[in-house]
């Protein structure tokens, strides 16, 4: 999915990549790398990129502007870098959108871009500006710029007195050359745009061309996320490549993208643009937000997104082989943009360090309803949460990790429809994301807690869809109410993640079925009223067909829970056996040998909640629960770069929950499975990452591993998380086959 999130925007996407292809093919851009190298810009190219009006989209309406916003000129900058499109657009709009942000001093710059002149942006600490009687004067060599030479309108932020934090933004035209400002040619690593510094040599600034009151924090916003666009971008082209290849290109009498690892790489490929698009995505939202909420966003994307593709377009190459390492594959061009858009924007290294500090002031908001949506459901659920509030606290806890049980408060929520709002009517509201977004607010407005179902709330769905109506009506109130708290008797010792593989049996008697063999891995056994079951009821036919579903309570005869002990030493999960176990036929789900289609629904709604779960390992919190005591080895700064990092992998795993789900929202195709799968992947390796960086800082207290220490208690209990609801590789496996349509 790319950066589109409705149905506008991907016809954008479309069309300009449509039009990419046919004005610059790769094939024609080699044929000019030389022009392009020194700033010169195929006629034909810009001509026609200008007709189109993609370099003025942005600009207000007075300069002939759609003022479409970051988030659709981001498109835009994405479907460009996926096609390599030639040439200064990049630094063409960063330029014109900057002079956009200044309250004076544009307008004729405004009216230059909005002509076609192209443009450019240069930095730098070394780039100083002095108040002199006559008006400022600036000296000093800038950090080299992308699109600097051949640009015809310059963009310049200078330090006053060399004070990064008070900056003079200022313009200057090609003509303006001379000896007091010179531009120095530089050789690109990325042979399809120039690249060049700025020298000043005591250059007085024309008063006109001074441009006040740009917001450094706006300015930082928008570059970031316009380069974060190209490198989605990049990444979307490496994965379709690298894709395509790998499914034709054949070894050992095979196509290669039939072999696990390839496989496995090229899953961990779409991952890896995923994220970086939810980065990008999340950065260009934030134009309307607050100066906090933009910081936070642009040092995630910085340090997400632009890495992530010069990880990608090395990771093409080297599933290319050979080939994708040579001149003539195009692969090379891609790495070399990637590389040359992160070193312009910072590296990671830095943004690490403004990410760690920046979440010490303010934390990502990623609400996307306002205090005045949908007002009649604010109303109607206000007044049920308000009635909950009067009542006292009686949620009752249970001994393990299994939810509480509802009494008074929970019956009023259920009669709302409040405690699973997104179920269908009469269960829920039937509430998709931005109403579910409504009552998450009210209720935490009122400092209330939505219940937790636990496995109930994976069990609930597969009930509602596939059950007979005397088991909704038997189980799914009692389940909301909290009177029924459910296991899953699925995994075994011998089919974890080959699910399909168990042993389990089930034989026909009169009035149901008896049940033999075991389960392991089964959280919240020790607590649940009854459990929901597969075992092979059919053992001639294949087998993923003689399967069924049943619904065990836990105090029938011969269910036997044993607790199990982890890595940790405490007990989350239990093996159950079952000997001899009767369940009578009107607690089978559907019917007979339908178990495994079954089984889906819950396992889709697994994956699914696993995907959207907060941090349970590497927490931001930790990281600054660690910083704060001052118990961390090395310096501060050690521990605010692992804080920024852990941060930016909490938000992307919030950035991807939120776009997939106004992606639903708004009808996109590609938000369901795929997406679950996606989700689960990365929250299970961002927590694993985030968790050993944390160990990282630890120094010789990570040799303590008492529970009252979290820190290294934290990394013990990761593998519950890098297996629980299938195993990483097994989603890998999913990705590959079922996404990418990898031969099996």
Known sequence: MSLAVDIDQRALAESVAAFARKIAPLSSTREYLHHYAVGSVAAEVWTALCEQGLHRLHLPEAYDGDEC??????????????????????????????????????????????????????????????????????????????????????????????????PLW???????????????????????????????????????????????????????????????????????????????????????????????????????????????????????????????????????????????????????????????????????RAISLAAATGGADFWAREMGERSLIAERDFSFVTPESLPELRGRAGVVLDAVAALPDDEMPSAGWAPARGADRRALLVAGGL????????????????????????????????????????????????????????????????????????????????????????????GGW????????????????????????DTAAPKHAGITYFLISMDSEGVDVRPLRQVTGIWEFNEVFLDEVFVPDSQVVAHPGEGWRIAVTTLANERLAMGSATFG???????????????????????????????????????????YALARLNGLAGAGTAGNSVRKVWHAIAQRDASRALTSILGPRAAIGHPDQPYTFDFLGLPAILFGGGTIEIQLNIIAQRVLGLPR
């Open 617 to 659: 390992h590497g927490s931001s919190a930790l990281v600054r629960r660690l910083l704060d005591s001052g118990d961390h080895t090395g310096t501060r700064d050690d521990a605010i770069r692992v804080l920024g990092r852990n941060t930016a992998l909490e938000l992307s795993v919030a950035a991807l929950n939120l776009r």
């Open 419 to 510: 405690v699973a709002p997104h179920l269908p009517r009469p269960y829920g509201l039937g509430a998709g994301p931005a109403e579910q977004a409504v009552i998450a607010e009210e209720f935490d407005r009122r400092g209330l807690t939505q219940p937790e179902l636990g496995i109930g709330g994976w069990v609930l769905p597969t009930l509602i869809e596939h059950g007979s109506t005397q088991q909704r009506d038997r189980f799914v109130p009692g389940t909301l109410h909290g009177r029924i708290i459910w296991c899953q008797l699925f995994s075994e010792p011998g089919a974890g993640s080959d699910l399909a593989g168990l042993s389990t049996t089930a034989r026909r008697v009169e």
């Open 170 to 336: 200022f313009w200057f035209t090609a003509a303006d050359a001379s000896a007091a400002v010179q531009v120095i040619t530089h050789e690109s690593v990325d042979l399809t745009r120039s690249l060049g510094s700025a020298e000043f040599v005591d250059y007085p600034v024309p008063s006109a061309q001074v441009l006040e009151g740009i917001d450094p924090d706006a300015a930082e916003l928008w570059a970031t996320a316009l380069a974060a666009a190209e490198a989605t971008g990049i990444c979307a082209w490496c994965l379709d490549t690298t894709v395509e290849y790998i499914g034709v290109r054949e070894q050992f009498g095979r196509p290669i993208g039939s072999f696990q690892a390839v496989q496995h790489k090229a899953a961990l490929m779409l991952v890896r643009a995923e994220v970086a698009a939810a980065a990008t995505w999340d950065a260009a939202r934030a134009e309307a937000q607050t100066a906090d909420q933009q910081r936070v966003a642009t040092a995630h994307a910085a340090l997400t997104a632009l890495p992530a593709a010069v990880d990608q377009a090395l990771e093409c190459i080297s599933l290319l082989g050979g080939i994708g390492f040579t001149w003539e594959h195009d692969a090379h061009l891609y790495w070399r």
């Open 69 to 166: 916003g970051l988030a659709t000129l981001a498109v835009v900058a994405e479907q460009l870098g996926a096609a390599l499109f030639p040439g200064p657009y990049l630094s063409t709009v960063t330029a014109s959108a900057l002079a956009m942000l200044a309250e004076s001093g544009a307008e004729r710059l405004l009216e230059d871009f909005a002509a076609g002149m192209t443009g450019a942006v240069i930095a730098g600490s070394g780039v100083r500006a002095d108040r002199h009687p006559e008006g400022w004067v600036v000296s000093g060599v800038s950090d080299p710029a992308l699109g600097l030479p051949g640009a015809r309108r310059v963009v310049v932020r200078a330090h006053i007195d060399g004070n990064p934090d008070a």
């Open 514 to 537: 008896v049940l033999n063999g075991q389960k392991v891995w089964n959280s919240q056994a020790q607590e649940a009223d009854w459990a929901v079951c597969l075992a092979r009821t």
